[in-house]
């Protein structure tokens, strides 16, 4: 139906004249191409346009011009950062600029047509949301063990400032993200199927557990969560939540009727998780066993620890 229409557009006589069309994003020159390229005759004199190509070269621009926003945030001085919006192609109107460019005849120039991507999450919001105190939870670790160390303040920094907003379900694995070497991560002790073994991200199920616990202090509906095969030594028996990329994740659900805001913090050898909303949430708290103030006893790498595998 639209090479139809294009049928009935003028007819391009070409002579030899410059048909490029220049793109350009903020000044910055992206891409140059040709009226030819995008041709597909099927009548004598009567080009149409192959729109394949054309889908190929927004693509193209669109990775160019993509700028994820960000969304507010709070650092650790209490302040408030605001948020930056974010940017994409907006397709429709480059389409239209396209189609102008491809039946004049005639040389042009355009600037990259984009529309505005709003942050999730904005100062207003923010300012509202981190009044109210709904529960916390507190669990320390050895800060002498770099690995671990590591691992915890990466994913610990990944759900800093999360906002969940009501009806809406949390998840960990889905909002850390995969852990890699590329991203940071190290490898450190982790228990796989009841052993001890070697993994990359040895720590994080540390997070994830005091997640768990200032979650379910603050009341909030939990929608999964899974225990270690072995007691873990940093909350009491039966409060951890073990999660892998490739296995299990631990889940929430904010039930609310307000948005619930978390923060993580770690100082030195403890790691301190909040749970925040505004003044007009209705909640109802939990109370649940809190986590020793004594160090775990580290373990130490050697011949029990078996192969690296991913966490």
Not at 5 to 19: A, E, N, R, T, W
Not at 184 to 194: E, H, M, T
Not at 203 to 224: F, H, K, M, P, W
Request: aromatic share 10%.
């Amino acid at each position: 139906m639209v090479k139809l229409i294009f049928l009935l557009s003028l007819i391009v006589q070409q002579s030899g004249q410059p048909d490029h069309l220049t793109i350009y994003s903020e000044e910055q020159l992206i891409a140059e191409v040709s009226r030819v390229e995008f041709m597909e005759p099927l009548l004598p004199d009567t080009p149409l346009i192959d729109l394949e190509k054309v889908d190929f070269l927004m693509k193209d621009i669109e990775q160019q011009v993509y700028q994820q926003p960000i969304d507010a945030r709070i650092d650790i001085n209490g302040n408030i950062i605001p948020e930056e919006p974010g940017y994409s192609l907006n397709k429709q109107a480059f389409q239209n600029l396209f189609y102008s460019y491809f039946y004049s005849n005639k040389a042009a120039s355009v600037n990259v047509p984009r529309q505005v991507l709003h942050p999730r999450v904005d100062s207003e919001l923010l300012s509202q949301v981190r009044t109210k105190l709904l529960g916390q939870y507190v669990t320390f670790f050895n800060s002498q063990n770099k690995e671990r160390s590591q691992n915890i303040s990466l994913s610990a920094e990944a759900i800093n400032n999360y906002v969940v907003f009501p009806g809406e379900t949390f998840s960990f694995n889905k909002v850390v993200g995969k852990r890699t070497a590329e991203r940071g991560y190290l490898p450190a002790p982790v228990i796989v199927k009841g052993e001890l073994t070697e993994g990359i991200g040895g720590g994080i199920c540390q997070v994830s557990s005091t997640l768990y616990n200032a979650v379910d202090r603050s009341g909030v509906q939990i929608v999964e969560r899974y225990s270690h095969s072995k007691r873990v030594p940093y909350v009491p028996p039966g409060r951890d939540a073990t999660v892998s990329w490739y296995g299990p994740d631990f889940t929430f659900k904010n039930s609310y009727n307000q948005p619930i805001l978390i923060q993580a913090r770690k100082l030195g050898g403890k790691l301190a998780i909040f749970i925040y909303s505004s003044e007009d949430v209705n909640y109802q708290p939990r109370k649940i066993p809190s986590a020793s103030r004594t160090l775990p006893e580290e373990v130490e790498s050697g011949s029990n620890i078996k192969q690296p595998k991913q966490q």
